[in-house]
């Protein structure tokens, strides 16, 4: 059953639709850089924080990927908005493959970041949403960092990093469980040859959550994707190299 998820929007009302949805652990704010050369370029930006996130309420769980994937449909229709762009990054790229299969006619295309058809390390996943119940999101946020980012940009950037880690620390304990355990078993492969929408997937190089393997396994998946390897970034390579990552997602929105 969907929520009703934060959002924000900024740009023309009558712009072109962007939907942009958060990794595991942020919020909407970790599509902050996109923002202005998104409006700037005329399109009407709208970005949410996932169920469990930031100031969305948190369910109980579990979660499936079909939860998440009909709160965005439902936020799209609580803006009337009949088809949109959708980015998404890690397990916001995971919704937008969902979207692709499942609500074609809503999604005019795809930019997948730094995500996968299938994350694997079920254990792991398990075992950090039992570590976030009991100890809290404290505990894990440091290391989260670190695979957000590469050393360099955090000795480079320790406000930022600090805004980040706090970010990730003061997501709700359970609602990062949930999504964990919704990653847990998560398998998206069957769905990539279904998906028409236009697709471009980006893989961050130095991303050790997911690296581009994952992305190309996804872009061999999908008929026709574009899959491009952005250099000198990690997870969160929106955020890290904003710059090409930017570029990249409008070159794609402008040409679909």
Same mark, same amino acid.
């Given at each position: 059953? @969907?929520?009703?998820?934060?959002?924000?929007?900024?740009?023309?009302? =009558?712009?072109?639709?962007?939907? $942009?949805?958060?990794? /595991?652990?942020?919020? $909407?704010?970790?599509? =902050?850089?996109?923002?202005?050369? &998104?409006? =700037?370029?005329?399109?009407? #930006? /709208?970005?949410?924080?996932?169920?469990?996130?930031?100031?969305?309420?948190?369910?109980?769980?579990?979660?499936?990927?079909? *939860?998440?994937?009909?709160?965005?449909?439902?936020?799209? *229709?609580?803006?009337?908005?009949?088809?949109?762009?959708?980015?998404?990054?890690?397990?916001?790229?995971?919704?937008?493959?969902? $979207?692709?299969?499942?609500?074609?006619?809503?999604?005019? *295309?795809? #930019? &997948?970041?730094?995500?996968?058809?299938?994350?694997?390390?079920?254990?792991?996943?398990?075992?950090?949403?039992?570590?976030?119940?009991?100890?809290?999101?404290?505990?894990?946020?440091?290391? @989260?960092?670190?695979?957000?980012?590469?050393?360099?940009?955090?000795?480079?950037?320790?406000?930022?990093?600090?805004?980040?880690?706090?970010?990730?620390?003061?997501?709700?304990?359970?609602?990062?469980?949930?999504?964990?355990?919704?990653?847990? *078993?998560?398998?998206?492969?069957?769905?990539?040859?279904? /998906?028409?929408?236009?697709?471009?997937v980006i893989s961050a190089a130095e991303d050790k959550a997911l690296p581009p393997d994952h992305?190309?396994?996804?872009?061999?998946?999908?008929?026709?994707?574009?899959?491009?390897? #952005?250099?000198?970034?990690?997870?969160?390579?929106?955020?890290?190299?904003?710059?090409?990552?930017?570029?990249? /997602? $409008?070159?794609? &929105?402008?040409?679909?």
């Amino acid at each position: 059953m @969907s929520i009703e998820v934060h959002h924000a929007v900024d740009g023309p009302a =009558d712009g072109p639709a962007v939907v $942009l949805s958060n990794s /595991i652990g942020s919020t $909407l704010h970790m599509w =902050d850089p996109q923002v202005k050369p &998104l409006v =700037d370029n005329g399109f009407r #930006v /709208i970005r949410y924080d996932t169920r469990g996130h930031g100031r969305s309420p948190v369910p109980s769980g579990p979660y499936g990927i079909d *939860d998440v994937g009909e709160d965005v449909l439902a936020l799209m *229709d609580r803006l009337e908005v009949p088809a949109a762009h959708f980015v998404g990054l890690s397990l916001g790229g995971m919704t937008g493959i969902w $979207l692709g299969e499942n609500a074609p006619d809503r999604v005019r *295309d795809l #930019v &997948l970041c730094c995500t996968s058809a299938q994350p694997g390390n079920t254990q792991m996943w398990l075992d950090r949403a039992k570590t976030v119940r009991a100890e809290g999101m404290t505990e894990i946020a440091a290391a @989260s960092i670190r695979r957000w980012f590469t050393q360099d940009w955090i000795d480079a950037n320790p406000g930022q990093a600090a805004t980040m880690r706090e970010m990730t620390a003061t997501t709700p304990a359970e609602g990062y469980a949930a999504c964990c355990e919704l990653l847990a *078993d998560l398998d998206l492969v069957p769905a990539l040859p279904k /998906i028409t929408a236009p697709a471009l997937v980006i893989s961050a190089a130095e991303d050790k959550a997911l690296p581009p393997d994952h992305g190309r396994v996804i872009a061999d998946g999908i008929h026709g994707a574009r899959f491009e390897v #952005v250099e000198h970034a990690a997870h969160l390579g929106s955020y890290e190299q904003a710059g090409p990552f930017t570029q990249l /997602i $409008l070159e794609h &929105l402008e040409g679909a």
